[in-house]
């Protein structure tokens, strides 16, 4: 058996998020703006939607390959996170 590709930096709880923001190309220069306004009034998520992220991470990432990641401290509840 051989490993497949690992991700040392993946934002799982921002996974979901992903999914429902506008998919138009960030803006060249200083993406703050771009990404306050299309991440940060998502911020607030339960945490029944943290493990929904973290499964579908986690699917996504199997099916393309990944065998492991690592989330780099931006979930809130990491035993959310372990339960998965």
């Known amino acids: 058996m051989h490993p497949g590709f690992i991700d040392l930096h ?5 996974y979901l998020i992903s999914k429902l923001i506008d998919d138009t190309p960030v803006p060249t220069g ?3 703006p771009w990404v ?3 991440y940060g009034r998502f911020r607030a998520m339960e945490d029944e939607d943290q493990y929904a992220s973290c499964i ?13 990641f690592m989330d780099p401290g931006t979930i809130d509840e990491p ?3 372990a339960e998965v």
């Open 30 to 32: 200083d993406a703050g």
């Open 36 to 38: 306050a306004e299309n």
């Open 10 to 14: 993946y934002h799982a709880t921002t």
């Open 56 to 68: 579908l991470t986690g699917l996504d990432m199997l099916k393309n390959g990944f065998t492991m």
């Open 79 to 81: 035993d959310v996170m």
